[in-house]
């Protein structure tokens, strides 16, 4: 019988164990001039702009699920974060946290995610860190990413600068993520093809920008809390009211089943490749025809409008001719999410 190889305490000692898991696994995929070096950070050339720069940590639990894992989640997820700013992302760290006794066929699958995403996105890890923590000290395995970007000097991306009469448009269907990992925590089947939605979204934002210069002035990709809770955030710093039309919010068939038997809202739920575009009322059709153009946003929809309403509120409109208050999220019902 052949044992498992396995994460030891010595592969976080920083000695001759710590090097062998460096060279013979995260070197053998994640390889570039810039790592290579294995120097204590990494230095980058001199770039145009202003400096865009994220962080976050990663703890999903499954850490593989349908449509991605951990390792994937990571890289888009910081990706996704300086695209929200308008930033051009230059290149992440990767931080793991090991447990003791962690397989090293699944952290090699992990790290083989990283590479494919990195690859993809255009976007490599220059830099990183492993630690190891005691066998029962931790989970498996947690993430840390951070990303660095840079934003065209005349870009400026806020909440705040949503304005009344601006448009709300959605890059595609929502909570795929979130029903995603919920079913595969609570080990239920649903028909169709329910996986999470991750993907990076820089090249999508960089076209819409280009495009449409100066006509954008909101992006925010609605992960926890889901599209709801960023919508209310978006509200609540812009002064305005945000009405939405029920009958255009996009949601799978399989989603909406999934959400029925569970009893959730997909309002609420995590999405890891969707984002939220404010824009000015005129280029509105126009944006929307760009989103649609692309691979990331081809299933995009406009959902709603910016007033001068209930300010700070956000309200959906029924087909019957009422409306509803919309609420941030309350509680964490989907834990461990990403």
């Not at 590479?115 to 840390?144: H, L, R, W, Y």
């Not at 709300?168 to 028909?191: E, W």
């Not at 329910?194 to 495009?211: A, C, F, G, R, Y």
């Not at 944006?287 to 929809?301: N, W, Y």
Request: charged share 20%; hydrophobic share 40%; proline share 5%.
């Amino acid at each position: 019988m052949v044992q498992e190889k396995l994460i030891l305490l010595d592969h976080g000692s920083g000695g001759l164990a710590s090097q062998k898991l460096i060279g013979e696994m995260f070197l053998k995929y994640l390889d570039n001039p810039i790592l290579k070096t294995l120097e204590d950070s990494a230095v980058l050339e001199n770039q145009a702009g202003k400096l865009a720069f994220t962080t976050d940590s990663y703890v999903v639990d499954p850490i593989f699920f349908p449509g991605g894992d951990i390792g994937k989640l990571a890289v888009h997820g910081t990706i996704n974060d300086l695209a929200m700013r308008g930033a051009k992302p230059l290149c992440l760290s990767l931080g793991l946290i090991l447990e003791e006794g962690f397989p090293l066929e699944k952290l090699e699958r992990v790290i083989i995610s990283v590479s494919a995403a990195c690859s993809e996105a255009d976007v490599p890890v220059v830099t990183g860190d492993t630690k190891v923590v005691p066998k029962g000290k931790g989970d498996q395995i947690f993430i840390n990413t951070s990303g660095i970007g840079f934003v065209a000097e005349e870009i400026t991306l806020s909440s705040k600068m949503a304005q009344e009469g601006d448009i709300v448009i959605l890059s595609g269907s929502m909570g795929d993520h979130g029903i995603t990992i919920m079913t595969c925590q609570a080990g239920i089947s649903v028909q169709g093809n329910l996986k999470s939605d991750t993907m990076p979204l820089h090249n999508l934002v960089q076209k819409l920008l280009t495009e449409l210069p100066g006509c954008v002035h909101t992006l925010r990709d609605p992960t926890r809390g889901g599209v709801a809770t960023t919508l209310n955030e978006i509200a609540e710093n812009s002064g305005l009211c945000i009405e939405l039309s029920d009958e255009s919010l996009p949601v799978r068939p399989e989603v909406k089943a999934a959400c029925e038997l569970l009893g959730l809202e997909p309002l609420y739920l995590a999405n890891e490749g969707k984002c939220l575009v404010i824009v000015q009322e005129d280029k509105a059709a126009k944006a929307l025809e760009i989103i649609r153009s692309t691979r990331e946003g081809s299933e995009a929809a406009i959902i709603g409008r910016l007033t001068a309403g209930k300010r700070g509120r956000v309200f959906i409109n029924t087909p019957v001719g009422g409306s509803r208050i919309v609420t941030p999220l309350h509680g964490t019902p989907l834990p461990r999410i990403c």
